[in-house]
């Protein structure tokens, strides 16, 4: 009795002092997915603007720097992804389609690459979304979502004898500023402090700001001037900070 009352106390004090078995880095694998999609990103500009071989180059990174995630991570996720059965397969999906994206702007067929790559972005997000994860991407995700509906009226604007189409646009307005602003509110220190961030944040909500004018004064001009201007700044948005 006494033999087996120490064993259990053994168990129990082994138990307490050994620390268990941890997921990877949380933070490794976000900077590791940080950089790759700084690649990503750069890399689908080059292929928007009709440029494959300028974007092989960044492709190039984004291929060799998924293969490191995928490596060290694949096998060992951190510990929000771990009930994810689906984790390994989706870091691999990645890992094809940047492969096979390389090697179709190498052959200097953009629309291949493109049509290989363009899923990546959303690929991400469902897998963090999936897992209860939130980062500063997808907000600016939201941001950028948001300004698409809005930007619809940039080649057809609403009926400004309408209220229930002037009603339209003020919701779609009023949810891209949300977003706007959230994401300047929650950017991470080194972006809230980058000058080009701060300012291109700020022109953009006074812009969006103009298009309250534009509906007060049921004026064409200035909301289509308005949104061609917050479309190129929409897409700098996230080519350097998404």
Same mark, same amino acid.
Request: charged share 30%; aromatic share 12%.
């Given at each position: 009795?006494? $033999?087996?009352?120490?064993?259990?106390?053994?168990?129990?004090?082994?138990?307490?002092?050994?620390?268990?078995?941890?997921?990877?880095?949380?933070?490794?694998?976000?900077?590791?997915?940080?950089?790759?999609?700084?690649?990503?990103?750069?890399?689908?500009?080059?292929?928007?603007?009709?440029?494959?071989?300028?974007?092989?180059?960044?492709?190039?990174? !984004?291929?060799?720097?998924?293969?490191?995630?995928?490596?060290?991570?694949?096998?060992?996720?951190?510990?929000?992804?771990?009930?994810?059965?689906?984790?390994?397969?989706? !870091?691999? $999906?990645?890992?094809?389609? =940047?492969?096979?994206?390389?090697?179709?702007?190498?052959?200097?067929?953009?629309?291949?690459?493109?049509?290989?790559?363009?899923?990546?972005?959303?690929? !991400?997000?469902?897998?963090?979304?999936?897992?209860?994860?939130?980062?500063?991407?997808?907000?600016?995700?939201?941001?950028?979502?948001?300004?698409?509906?809005?930007? $619809?009226?940039?080649?057809?604007?609403?009926?400004?004898?309408?209220?229930?189409?002037?009603?339209?646009?003020?919701?779609?307005?009023?949810? =891209?500023?949300?977003?706007?602003?959230?994401?300047?509110?929650?950017?991470?220190?080194?972006?809230?402090?980058?000058?080009?961030?701060?300012?291109?944040?700020? =022109?953009? !909500?006074?812009?969006?700001?103009?298009?309250?004018?534009?509906?007060?004064?049921?004026?064409?001009?200035?909301?289509?001037?308005?949104?061609?201007?917050?479309?190129?700044?929409?897409?700098?948005?996230?080519?350097?900070?998404?």
């Amino acid at each position: 009795m006494r $033999k087996k009352f120490f064993a259990i106390c053994v168990l129990f004090l082994f138990s307490i002092f050994t620390p268990p078995a941890q997921g990877a880095d949380i933070h490794d694998f976000n900077e590791g997915v940080s950089e790759a999609y700084k690649a990503y990103r750069e890399a689908m500009f080059y292929l928007r603007t009709g440029n494959p071989a300028v974007a092989s180059f960044e492709l190039e990174k !984004l291929d060799e720097r998924w293969k490191a995630v995928v490596k060290r991570f694949a096998d060992k996720s951190p510990d929000v992804f771990s009930r994810d059965p689906a984790w390994r397969k989706t !870091l691999l $999906k990645i890992s094809e389609r =940047t492969t096979k994206g390389l090697q179709a702007a190498i052959d200097g067929d953009a629309k291949a690459a493109n049509k290989h790559l363009k899923p990546i972005r959303k690929i !991400l997000s469902d897998l963090r979304r999936r897992n209860g994860v939130s980062n500063f991407s997808d907000c600016i995700d939201q941001a950028n979502a948001a300004f698409n509906k809005l930007n $619809k009226y940039r080649k057809n604007p609403p009926d400004f004898g309408s209220e229930k189409e002037l009603d339209t646009l003020r919701q779609k307005l009023s949810v =891209t500023i949300f977003w706007y602003e959230r994401c300047w509110d929650t950017a991470p220190p080194a972006i809230g402090a980058n000058p080009e961030f701060k300012r291109l944040m700020k =022109t953009s !909500l006074y812009s969006l700001s103009r298009i309250w004018v534009a509906i007060a004064s049921k004026d064409k001009k200035i909301l289509t001037s308005n949104l061609a201007g917050l479309s190129s700044s929409d897409k700098i948005l996230y080519l350097r900070f998404g």
